[in-house]
């Protein structure tokens, strides 16, 4: 008995020496994820926004006249750089998609006006710092200011960049004759 007496004080003090709590379990697999994360080469990632392609296709009658046809909607080829990598290792690149429009109005089944809606055709009609980094938000009918007599088409354009809009009107009358006017500028 007293042989036993003596062991347990041995086996305990193995023991104790064996635990000896330098790093928890915890600690360990926060240094593996951190060694990890510096081991990976994430170069080239890209952010976008919206991340898939997005349309919107509305087809209005207003007044019995006019039927308007609008598809908004994203353009592949192009992206708006929002936010830079810092570094190529850590930080991703954010980028804003570009949006464009079709318009296509009729008036007794008769095609009187159709366009395409872009950035491109505006930084053409005004040269501005604002366009450079523009994108068309959205284009809808302002059911508010159209009659039997004329169209009124509302235009939003956004630089995600500056955070800044351009919002247009643009009226169409039965026979397909367009007036732009700018209704607010805040760039």
């Not at 980028?95 to 053409?124: L, N, Q």
Request: net charge positive.
């Amino acid at each position: 008995m007293k042989k036993i007496w003596l062991l347990f004080p041995c086996i305990l003090l193995l023991i104790l020496i064996s635990c000896d709590r330098k790093t928890s379990k915890k600690e360990r697999l926060e240094h593996a994820i951190s060694e990890f994360n510096k081991n990976q080469n994430l170069r080239g990632v890209k952010n976008y926004y919206p991340e898939s392609y997005t349309e919107i296709k509305t087809d209005s009658i207003i007044s019995n006249t006019f039927k308007v046809s609008i598809k908004n909607y994203v353009s592949s080829e192009a992206g708006i750089l929002i936010k830079k990598p810092l570094n190529d290792v850590t930080q991703t690149a954010q980028y804003h998609r570009v949006f464009e429009s079709d318009i296509v109005v009729a008036v007794a089944d008769k095609i009187v006006f159709e366009k395409h809606i872009s950035v491109a055709k505006f930084k053409a009609i005004s040269a501005s710092k604002f366009w450079d980094d523009a994108t068309l938000e959205h284009v809808w009918v302002n059911q508010d200011t159209s009659n039997t007599d004329k169209l009124s088409l509302a235009i939003s354009f956004i630089n995600p960049k500056h955070q800044t809009y351009k919002l247009f009107e643009m009226e169409i009358d039965k026979s397909g004759n367009e007036r732009l006017t700018l209704i607010e500028d805040h760039s």
